[in-house]
């Protein structure tokens, strides 16, 4: 797992690792709330440091506007932290949607956005500090291949990168429109290399890969500067299969991690 002082493959995930989009989220949320809830009830600049903070409970886009329903009707976020995965299947009953119908007008609304206003959309990113020419410096190494595994569709994170030069590989970045779990994607990738390393802002990520049949060996990374909290880093801290990664060592040579 951790025996090898590089990885021939190293998976990273997108968002809360290298780019930090919560602004980018925000915004979508809010227009996607917007067209369902309507948004005069809803106060964007009060919620925004506790979306910020509970971003780390979401596991895929579409559920960034419950996010928004659910603090805009009073659950706490010790609640939200803690059974957020319950609580989507119950909103999602109570307001009478389908986890697709969301998912299908979060696309529209930020591809409409892209078209309309691209500097704008762009400039709702923001990448962690020198993560991009550390990135740039590791595509250019034959020594390690890397792989983009997200949860958002693939264009829009290759187009943030084109933006800042990076010019990645379309076929190593695995996003949305792929339809398989990261753990099918990184099984697909210890067929090709033996030592396979996977940096992931999100603990729940993480156990669901180490307890997953076929990806013992793959040495796993919290990223704690991502879209995590104290609670999770204090758990993974206490496993001994995941390793806490901070910005620095993630910016350093492989031997520091």
Known sequence: MFNATFPHILALDFDGVLCDGRGEYLE???RVYSEIWGSSDLDLETLRPRFYALRSVIETGWEMPLLLRSMQQGVSDLEIEENWSSLVPKMLEREGLTSSEIAQLLDEKRDRWLETHLEDWLAHHQFYPHVLPTLKKRLESTATKIYI???KEGRFARKLLEKNGINFPSDQIIGK?????????????????????????????LLSVQKFSGLEAVGLFLADWGYNTARSRAIASKNQGIRILSLEQFNQDFSLW
């Open 177 to 205: 429109e792929y339809q398989q779990p990261k753990t099918q994607t990184l099984l697909s990738l210890m067929k090709t290399e033996t030592t396979v390393w996977f940096v992931e802002d999100r603990l729940k990520t």
């Open 149 to 151: 595994i997200t949860t």
């Open 28 to 30: 979508s949320s809010w």
